[in-house]
């Protein structure tokens, strides 16, 4: 499966759109992780909890995105979007685009 945030695939032309599919996560915070998060980030540097929290997020919300396309019939999605959102302590992540078929 293809997945790209352009509107095409070069060298590959879009027999059929598909639709619109979208893949959300939403991980909680561990309480532990807040309080070391705080704590570099009042001492500066990077916080590698919500790192690695962000980057499972965002792979969970790519694959889900991937298994919505292939279950329509598409080998791509097109012009993926990814937002990310803090909601009451939680991280939310969202992957959108247009599943389609390449020729």
Do not use: C
Not at 19 to 29: K, S
Not at 32 to 60: K, M, N, P, W
Not at 61 to 75: D, I, V
Request: hydrophobic share 45%.
């Amino acid at each position: 499966m293809v997945l790209t945030t352009t509107p095409s695939v070069e060298g590959r032309p879009i027999s059929d759109y598909l639709g619109i599919v979208v893949g959300e996560a939403i991980l909680g915070a561990n309480v532990f992780r807040d309080v070391f998060a705080q704590i570099t980030d009042i001492v500066g540097g990077r916080s590698g909890a919500y790192e690695r929290s962000l980057s499972e997020a965002r792979d969970t919300a790519l694959r889900e995105l991937e298994e919505r396309a292939a279950a329509k019939g598409a080998n791509a999605v097109v012009g993926v979007d990814l937002d990310y959102e803090v909601i009451n302590n939680m991280l939310m992540v969202s992957a959108s685009g247009t599943a389609v078929r390449l020729g």
